[in-house]
Protein backbone atom coordinates (compact mmCIF):
# COMPACT_ATOMS: atom_id res chain seq x y z
CA UNK A 1 0.00 0.00 0.00
CA UNK A 2 1.40 3.56 -0.76
CA UNK A 3 0.35 6.33 0.52
CA UNK A 4 0.38 10.11 -1.43
CA UNK A 5 4.11 10.52 0.21
CA UNK A 6 5.63 7.12 1.06
CA UNK A 7 6.01 4.33 -1.64
CA UNK A 8 6.55 1.41 0.76
CA UNK A 9 4.43 -1.94 1.32
CA UNK A 10 2.75 -2.80 4.60
CA UNK A 11 5.57 -4.68 6.66
CA UNK A 12 8.34 -2.66 5.26
CA UNK A 13 8.92 -0.52 7.72
CA UNK A 14 9.37 -1.22 11.29
CA UNK A 15 7.25 -0.12 14.52
CA UNK A 16 10.10 2.29 15.51
CA UNK A 17 11.31 4.80 13.18
CA UNK A 18 14.24 6.97 13.59
CA UNK A 19 13.54 10.30 12.05
CA UNK A 20 16.21 13.06 11.19
CA UNK A 21 15.35 15.89 8.96
CA UNK A 22 17.79 15.62 6.00
CA UNK A 23 17.73 12.83 3.80
CA UNK A 24 20.83 12.47 3.32
CA UNK A 25 21.47 11.76 7.59
CA UNK A 26 18.66 8.76 7.00
CA UNK A 27 20.97 7.41 4.52
CA UNK A 28 24.33 7.84 6.43
CA UNK A 29 22.38 6.00 9.23
CA UNK A 30 20.93 3.28 7.63
CA UNK A 31 24.67 3.05 5.91
CA UNK A 32 26.91 3.04 9.01
CA UNK A 33 24.97 1.89 11.38
CA UNK A 34 21.96 -0.78 10.39
CA UNK A 35 22.60 -4.02 9.09
CA UNK A 36 21.11 -5.16 5.68
CA UNK A 37 19.49 -1.86 4.99
CA UNK A 38 17.07 -1.91 2.20
CA UNK A 39 15.64 1.56 0.62
CA UNK A 40 11.69 2.01 1.25
CA UNK A 41 11.00 5.00 0.02
CA UNK A 42 12.59 7.14 -2.38
CA UNK A 43 9.22 9.79 -2.97
CA UNK A 44 10.82 13.17 -3.35
CA UNK A 45 13.88 11.98 -2.36
CA UNK A 46 12.76 11.92 1.32
CA UNK A 47 14.94 8.87 1.64
CA UNK A 48 13.90 5.69 4.27
CA UNK A 49 15.33 2.35 5.45
CA UNK A 50 14.64 -0.96 7.20
CA UNK A 51 17.43 -2.95 8.71
CA UNK A 52 18.78 -4.27 12.12
CA UNK A 53 20.52 -2.99 14.88
CA UNK A 54 21.41 -5.53 17.21
CA UNK A 55 19.27 -8.24 15.85
CA UNK A 56 15.87 -5.63 16.04
CA UNK A 57 14.26 -3.90 13.33
CA UNK A 58 14.37 0.15 12.86
CA UNK A 59 13.67 1.88 10.30
CA UNK A 60 15.06 5.51 9.49
CA UNK A 61 13.66 8.32 7.56
CA UNK A 62 13.79 11.97 6.74
CA UNK A 63 10.85 14.15 7.50
CA UNK A 64 12.34 17.33 5.86
CA UNK A 65 12.31 20.26 7.21
CA UNK A 66 9.28 21.84 9.13
CA UNK A 67 5.70 21.47 11.28
CA UNK A 68 4.00 20.52 7.72
CA UNK A 69 6.53 18.35 6.52
CA UNK A 70 6.64 16.52 9.70
CA UNK A 71 2.95 16.20 9.91
CA UNK A 72 2.31 14.66 6.63
CA UNK A 73 5.27 11.99 7.42
CA UNK A 74 4.38 10.90 11.18
CA UNK A 75 0.90 11.14 10.19
CA UNK A 76 1.12 8.23 7.27
CA UNK A 77 4.14 6.57 9.10
CA UNK A 78 1.37 6.34 12.19
CA UNK A 79 -1.93 5.69 10.38
CA UNK A 80 -1.04 3.71 7.78
CA UNK A 81 2.23 1.82 8.36
CA UNK A 82 1.70 0.82 12.28
CA UNK A 83 4.63 2.82 13.58
CA UNK A 84 4.25 3.09 16.77
CA UNK A 85 7.24 4.98 18.19
CA UNK A 86 9.06 7.87 15.90
CA UNK A 87 12.38 9.16 17.86
CA UNK A 88 13.27 12.48 15.86
CA UNK A 89 16.71 13.15 15.86
CA UNK A 90 17.74 16.49 14.77
CA UNK A 91 19.76 19.45 14.83
CA UNK A 92 19.27 22.54 16.83
CA UNK A 93 20.49 26.12 17.73
CA UNK A 94 21.08 26.37 21.93
CA UNK A 95 19.51 29.71 23.06
CA UNK A 96 22.03 28.86 26.28
CA UNK A 97 24.84 30.14 27.37
CA UNK A 98 24.81 26.14 28.82
CA UNK A 99 24.29 24.44 25.62
CA UNK A 100 27.41 24.31 23.63
CA UNK A 101 27.95 23.23 19.83
CA UNK A 102 27.76 19.29 19.94
CA UNK A 103 25.63 18.94 23.55
CA UNK A 104 22.77 16.33 22.87
CA UNK A 105 19.37 17.87 24.19
CA UNK A 106 16.27 15.89 25.39
CA UNK A 107 13.31 17.58 24.64
CA UNK A 108 11.02 17.85 27.64
CA UNK A 109 8.43 19.85 26.04
CA UNK A 110 8.34 21.69 22.80
CA UNK A 111 6.65 24.61 23.17
CA UNK A 112 5.46 26.65 19.60
CA UNK A 113 3.48 30.07 18.12
CA UNK A 114 2.54 27.85 15.08
CA UNK A 115 -1.37 27.28 14.17
CA UNK A 116 -0.21 24.07 13.54
CA UNK A 117 -1.79 21.75 16.11
CA UNK A 118 -5.08 24.07 16.17
CA UNK A 119 -5.87 23.85 12.42
CA UNK A 120 -4.73 19.73 11.95
CA UNK A 121 -7.01 18.64 15.86
CA UNK A 122 -8.33 21.36 17.38
CA UNK A 123 -5.69 21.44 20.03
CA UNK A 124 -5.10 24.56 21.91
CA UNK A 125 -2.02 24.40 24.06
CA UNK A 126 1.12 26.13 22.58
CA UNK A 127 3.17 23.68 24.68
CA UNK A 128 3.16 19.68 23.94
CA UNK A 129 5.05 17.06 25.19
CA UNK A 130 6.73 13.89 24.61
CA UNK A 131 6.03 10.49 25.32
CA UNK A 132 6.62 10.38 29.11
CA UNK A 133 7.74 6.59 28.87
CA UNK A 134 10.13 7.16 26.46
CA UNK A 135 11.23 10.04 27.62
CA UNK A 136 12.02 8.34 30.91
CA UNK A 137 13.59 4.90 28.92
CA UNK A 138 15.76 7.61 26.96
CA UNK A 139 16.69 9.17 29.69
CA UNK A 140 17.87 5.61 31.42
CA UNK A 141 19.83 4.46 27.85
CA UNK A 142 21.51 7.34 28.21
CA UNK A 143 22.95 6.69 31.53
CA UNK A 144 23.61 2.90 30.87
CA UNK A 145 25.62 3.97 27.68
CA UNK A 146 27.49 6.94 29.25
CA UNK A 147 26.00 9.76 27.02
CA UNK A 148 25.98 12.87 28.29
CA UNK A 149 22.23 14.13 27.86
CA UNK A 150 20.76 17.41 28.56
CA UNK A 151 17.35 18.10 28.92
CA UNK A 152 15.04 21.31 28.36
CA UNK A 153 12.19 23.11 26.68
CA UNK A 154 12.53 23.89 23.38
CA UNK A 155 11.15 26.37 20.88
CA UNK A 156 9.84 24.59 17.87
CA UNK A 157 9.28 27.79 15.22
CA UNK A 158 7.41 28.41 11.85
CA UNK A 159 10.33 31.06 10.78
CA UNK A 160 14.29 30.34 10.24
CA UNK A 161 14.97 33.75 9.10
CA UNK A 162 13.68 36.17 11.75
CA UNK A 163 14.12 39.40 10.45
CA UNK A 164 12.76 41.26 13.67
CA UNK A 165 13.87 39.66 16.74
CA UNK A 166 16.79 37.45 16.44
CA UNK A 167 15.76 35.84 19.78
CA UNK A 168 12.05 35.88 20.47
CA UNK A 169 10.60 36.84 23.49
CA UNK A 170 8.91 33.82 24.22
CA UNK A 171 12.22 32.11 24.85
CA UNK A 172 12.91 34.17 28.43
CA UNK A 173 8.74 33.96 28.93
CA UNK A 174 9.04 30.02 28.51
CA UNK A 175 12.42 29.44 29.14
CA UNK A 176 13.27 27.45 26.33
CA UNK A 177 16.59 26.10 26.17
CA UNK A 178 16.66 25.78 22.13
CA UNK A 179 15.20 26.09 19.04
CA UNK A 180 13.80 23.73 15.76
CA UNK A 181 11.10 23.66 13.66
CA UNK A 182 9.93 19.63 14.10
CA UNK A 183 9.31 18.45 17.28
CA UNK A 184 5.96 20.19 17.89
CA UNK A 185 4.25 18.80 15.30
CA UNK A 186 5.35 15.37 15.90
CA UNK A 187 4.33 15.79 19.68
CA UNK A 188 0.71 16.61 18.32
CA UNK A 189 0.34 13.61 15.89
CA UNK A 190 1.46 11.56 18.32
CA UNK A 191 -0.94 12.39 20.74
CA UNK A 192 -3.97 12.31 18.48
CA UNK A 193 -3.49 8.52 17.44
CA UNK A 194 -2.18 7.64 20.64
CA UNK A 195 1.30 6.30 19.97
CA UNK A 196 4.74 7.46 21.38
CA UNK A 197 7.53 10.16 20.31
CA UNK A 198 10.47 12.01 21.46
CA UNK A 199 13.00 14.55 20.26
CA UNK A 200 16.71 13.91 20.61
CA UNK A 201 18.37 16.78 18.97
CA UNK A 202 22.04 17.58 18.76
CA UNK A 203 23.27 21.45 19.25
CA UNK A 204 24.63 22.55 15.70
CA UNK A 205 24.13 26.33 16.30
CA UNK A 206 24.44 29.06 19.10
CA UNK A 207 22.23 32.08 18.43
CA UNK A 208 23.90 33.85 20.87
CA UNK A 209 27.18 33.55 19.28
CA UNK A 210 26.14 32.34 15.54
CA UNK A 211 28.91 29.52 16.11
CA UNK A 212 28.00 26.73 14.07
CA UNK A 213 29.00 23.11 12.38
CA UNK A 214 28.91 22.79 8.30
CA UNK A 215 26.32 21.22 6.38
CA UNK A 216 28.78 18.38 5.79
CA UNK A 217 29.50 17.74 9.41
CA UNK A 218 25.77 17.64 10.02
CA UNK A 219 25.34 14.61 8.16
CA UNK A 220 28.57 12.63 9.89
CA UNK A 221 28.83 14.11 13.92
CA UNK A 222 26.28 13.71 15.20
CA UNK A 223 27.23 10.06 16.55
CA UNK A 224 26.32 10.33 20.04
CA UNK A 225 22.54 11.47 19.38
CA UNK A 226 22.46 8.56 16.61
CA UNK A 227 23.80 6.02 18.87
CA UNK A 228 21.71 6.80 21.87
CA UNK A 229 18.59 6.74 19.80
CA UNK A 230 19.41 3.36 18.00
CA UNK A 231 20.02 1.50 21.47
CA UNK A 232 16.71 3.09 23.18
CA UNK A 233 14.79 2.54 20.13
CA UNK A 234 15.66 -1.28 20.10
CA UNK A 235 15.18 -1.90 23.48
CA UNK A 236 11.99 0.37 24.08
CA UNK A 237 10.50 -2.56 22.06
CA UNK A 238 11.62 -4.85 24.02
CA UNK A 239 9.76 -2.97 27.23
Known sequence: ??????????????????????????????????ENATQ????????GYTGTFQGHRVSVMASGMGMPSMGIYAYELYNFYGVDTIIRIGSCGSYSEALNIGQVLLATEAFSESSFARVQSGEMSDTLFPSHGLLQHILQKSKALNINLDQGAIHSSDVFYRLNEHIPACVKEKSLVAVEMESFALFNIAKCL?????????????????????????????????TLALHAAVTWQDS
Open 40 to 47: FNSVRNVL
Open 1 to 34: MATPHIEANIGDIAKCVLMPGDPLRAKYIAEHYL
Open 194 to 226: DKSAAALLTVTDSMLTSESLSSHARESSLNDMI
